[in-house]
């Protein structure tokens, strides 16, 4: 299929269209189906393909001229102007489209179909039709218009790495996705809204920069980086203005305070200056040459410098500057990519913490960063003593739901929370205000993020004397089989086990015996699975949780995959039917939440659940409530944070 019936194949794939389109001129031709709500809305409709070809023969020698296909839908005008073409002797078909050739368009459902059609090799304009004059001379490739900045953004690298398509490959090998369309649409409405918030959601009014010629085009050329390579900020999740107020407003004596260092976040560059702080006070470290040029471009007094985009650039700019200044404050990049699998991330937000407190030596540090710290989190152990036995630390407000703070930009799973740290605080003091509630963040070797479950947790473990359930629940793997075992045999081969696997999968098959270990001995008993992935940070919004929802009784001679935990293993089915009850209480689980932040439920998760030790007979909330001697309002809390299952 040569690359002109490979597009025209394309185009009736998209449309729907059943007519004969290589013939040209055509002296009839079916029409197109219409959404009849874009035809309300847009003025929207498909012109007929006859009726094309003899406007396009009306036109004469206009081969070798620039050709405009103004809202272009999905590319009707453009396809017949292709066959027209075809006829001459040597026409190129990819060269005319890359040369010659334009499209615009506003619609982004209709945008993807053109560039799948056509390929993304095209020329075209996402955006008002209105503002194709303020398109740069001689443009080539795929711009969007960003209404705010009222600029035209070179995005042809993003497309590219988001779409391939090969109009030299059959049709049957690059089918149309609905699905990917969707995806298409969302990059760019996503894309379309960060640029739009450049030049709003930071209230700096832009439009005094834009005024300036040099500002101006510092701006354009840092937007149009931005849209092409993706990773010009090192740190660029914009902090919301009313988190930012709240941890400016935190610096005891903010006004008195002469020297302020402000890290990766023009957000809380503006903070300072709206509540009074003088910009001569301020200097800012920045990542960005566009929010650099604009705290230039709007205070004239400012001190800035380049902080580079990785941890060790970072260091150096900060280099000279110990003691320099009173008050730092950032909402520091999170986590950088490690080299593992599947985009696989460690964090780095605490590298940036402790470099600042210990190199710069600052009298009050003030940054947001995610709260896995608390409980959890790749290589944070050791941050996490620290923090907790670090007695400057005033102040901690902490957001638990995923969607509190960052919602815009999908959230963060586990919450996020801003600390206050004092160098100069008197060693007296040990209480942290954490959400408003004096208290010693340093009482257990995890942070409990509320002060009513802090309180619960004290009762527990000074009243339970025995063992806890993190003794009983297996480590990881418990029969050394992975989530992607495949080797499963038929039900009734000669010496095959039950194996359980995901619930979405059958939840039972049969292996061979030889193909998994028993190292903890307890293939002969009957045993408790629950799910890996409980209900995790990702799934949290606030509002009462199951934490665990999946909690089964295993027969003797079953195995798993590392799927499932085996939370407890027991001699009698009875026995592990009663330890299924205690972990289904409201109690139980409640326990497991408070060492529980992100989606993976780990053995250590289960460190604060009592081991009741004797499971011949069932035990209920009402029973464990009155055990720990709970409280009316404890209880209550419980209630309000557990669902039932």
């Not at 506003?106 to 304009?125: D, H, M, P, R």
């Not at 407190?357 to 620290?386: E, H, N």
Request: aromatic share 10%; hydrophobic share 40%.
């Amino acid at each position: 299929m040569c690359v002109l019936e490979n597009i025209e194949a394309r185009f009736r794939k998209v449309t729907g269209y059943e007519g004969d389109l290589s013939q040209y001129p055509l002296s009839e031709s079916k029409g197109f189906a219409t959404d009849k709500g874009k035809a309300k809305d847009f003025a929207e409709v498909f012109t007929p393909p006859h009726i094309i070809d003899g406007m396009l023969e009306s036109i004469p020698n206009y081969l070798g001229l620039k050709n405009l296909d103004l809202c272009a839908g999905h590319g009707q005008f453009t396809v017949r102007m292709l066959r027209k073409f075809s006829q001459v002797k040597g026409f190129d078909v990819l060269k005319y489209l890359k040369a010659k050739h334009f499209l615009a368009e506003l619609q982004l459902e209709s945008c993807y179909k053109l560039l799948w059609v056509f390929g993304t090799g095209i020329n075209l304009a996402i955006g008002d039709a209105l503002q194709l004059k303020t398109l740069p001379h001689n443009w080539k490739g795929i711009w969007l218009y960003v209404e705010k900045a009222m600029i035209w953004v070179n995005i042809t690298n993003i497309v590219k790495s988001e779409i391939q398509v090969c109009l030299k490959a059959d049709l049957d090998m690059f089918g149309y996705d609905g699905e990917l369309e969707k995806s298409f649409v969302a990059m760019i409405e996503g894309l379309k809204s960060r640029l739009n918030q450049v030049a709003k959601e930071p209230k700096m009014e832009l439009e005094r920069l834009i005024n300036i010629p040099a500002g101006r085009e510092l701006l354009k050329d840092w937007v149009r980086t931005v849209a092409t390579e993706q990773e010009e900020n090192w740190q660029d999740v914009k902090t919301p203005e009313w988190v930012a107020k709240e941890m400016v407003q935190c610096i005891p004596d903010l006004k008195t305070r002469s020297r302020f260092l402000v890290l990766f976040n023009v957000e809380l560059l503006e903070a300072l200056v709206k509540e009074g702080v003088s910009v001569s006070k301020i200097t800012f470290g920045s990542d960005s040459a566009l929010e650099e040029a604009m705290a230039q471009g709007m205070y004239k007094r400012i001190k800035t410098f380049p902080i580079g985009r990785t941890f060790d650039e970072m260091k150096k700019a900060l280099e000279g500057k110990a003691g320099q200044y009173d008050v730092v404050l950032s909402n520091p990049p999170y986590q950088i990519k490690d080299g593992g699998a599947k985009a696989s991330a460690r964090p780095i937000y605490h590298e940036i913490v402790k470099h600042v407190i210990d190199f710069l030596k600052p009298q009050f540090v003030c940054m947001i960063t995610p709260s896995r710290w608390m409980v959890c989190g790749k290589g944070l152990g050791d941050y996490r003593a620290r923090m907790l036995k670090d007695t400057k630390i005033q102040l901690i407000v902490d957001f638990p739901g995923t969607f509190d703070v960052f919602a815009d930009i999908g959230g963060i799973a586990g919450g996020v929370s801003f600390f206050l740290w004092n160098r100069d605080r008197d060693p007296k003091e040990v209480l942290c205000s954490f959400n408003g509630i004096d208290r010693n963040i340093g009482d257990f070797d995890v942070l409990v993020r509320n002060n009513t479950s802090a309180q619960i947790i004290k009762k527990v473990l000074a009243k339970h004397t025995g063992t806890f359930c993190n003794a009983i629940v297996l480590p990881r793997k418990p029969f050394g089989l992975t989530t992607d075992f495949k080797g499963w045999v038929p039900e009734g081969t000669a010496g095959a086990v039950r194996c359980y696997i995901p619930k979405k999968d059958g939840l039972v098959k049969w292996i061979d015996s030889n193909v998994f270990t028993d190292s903890h001995g307890v293939l002969g008993k009957w045993k408790v699975y629950t799910p890996r992935a409980g209900w995790g940070g990702n799934a949290y919004k606030g509002g009462a949780q199951t934490v665990i929802s999946q909690i089964f009784v295993g027969e003797k001679l079953s195995v798993c995959l590392e799927t499932y935990l085996v939370a407890g293993s027991f001699n009698t089915k009875k026995e592990a039917e009663n330890y299924a009850e205690y972990m289904r209480t409201k109690f139980y689980r409640f326990l497991l939440s408070l060492r529980t932040i992100t989606q993976d439920t780990t053995r250590e998760c289960f460190t604060w659940v009592p081991d009741l030790g004797n499971y011949a007979n069932p035990v209920t909330d009402a029973d464990l409530f009155a055990h720990f001697g709970l409280t009316k309002k404890e209880i209550d809390h419980i209630n309000s944070t557990i669902k039932e299952i």
